[in-house]
Structures are given as C-alpha cells and as structure tokens.
Nanobody
Framework: QVQLVESGGGLVQPGGSLRLSCAAS????????MGWYRQAPGNQRELVAS???????KYADSVKGRVTISRDNAGNTMYLQMNGLKPEDTAVYYC?????????????????WGQGTQVTVSS
C-alpha cells in the first residue's frame, strides 16, 4: 500500500504564508504525478496545483502567482508554498499521488489520498 501524510496546515492571518508538505511512503516503484486539492465546507473538492514526474506544473486560476508546488529530488515528498493567503483559501487540503507500486512480486497502479490538513485564513 501507499501512504500519504500531509503536514503544515494551521491558522494564519490574511496575507500570511504557509508551507504544506506531503510525504509518500510504501511499496512505491514510481510516481507519475502528485497534486494538492482542497475542499471547503459545502464545496466540491478542487485541484489547487499538480506536478508531474518531469516537473510540469499546473495551477488553479484562483491561486496562480501566490502558490508554488514542488517535489524533492527523490520525488516522494511534495510541497505547497502558499503566500498572500486569503480567507477564501480556507479549506481542508488533501495530497494525491498516482503511479506504480509493487505488491507480492507484481506491479500495479495506485492512486492514493492523504488524510487532509486544515488551513484556516482568518484575522
């Protein structure tokens, strides 16, 4: 199995910054892409940013210019640097990863989610 653990959420004032981390572990052979999603109360889960194994990135229009997604050299840890936070950024942020894992001598695809970390932007 593949586990994703997020950290770095919290309470921050408008205009502040936070850095979220997502560490992937388990029987991972390779990760194709990783992404951050968020879900506010009453809303659907939406993509915030994603990054491929080749380093290509994608951002939601609502966060462009304020958010940077990155991965470490090993590729199993992902970060989301958020600056200029706004109250509308308040949500539970989830990490997602998909790729190839090994299990009992076989390979299979995986698509895993973390448990989520709360980000609250309020004065």
């Amino acid at each position: 199995q593949v586990q994703l653990v997020e950290s770095g959420g919290g309470l921050v004032q408008p205009g502040g910054s936070l850095r979220l981390s997502c560490a992937a572990s388990g029987s991972i052979v390779s990760i194709n892409s990783m992404g951050w999603y968020r879900q506010a109360p009453g809303n659907q889960r939406e993509l915030v940013a994603s990054i491929t194994s080749g380093g290509s990135t994608k951002y939601a229009d609502s966060v462009k210019g304020r958010v940077t997604i990155s991965r470490d050299n090993a590729g199993n840890t992902m970060y989301l640097q958020m600056n200029g936070l706004k109250p509308e950024d308040t949500a539970v942020y989830y990490c997602n990863a998909n790729g190839l894992r090994s299990w009992s001598g076989r390979y299979s695809n995986f698509d895993s989610w973390g448990q989520g970390t709360q980000v609250t932007v309020s004065s």
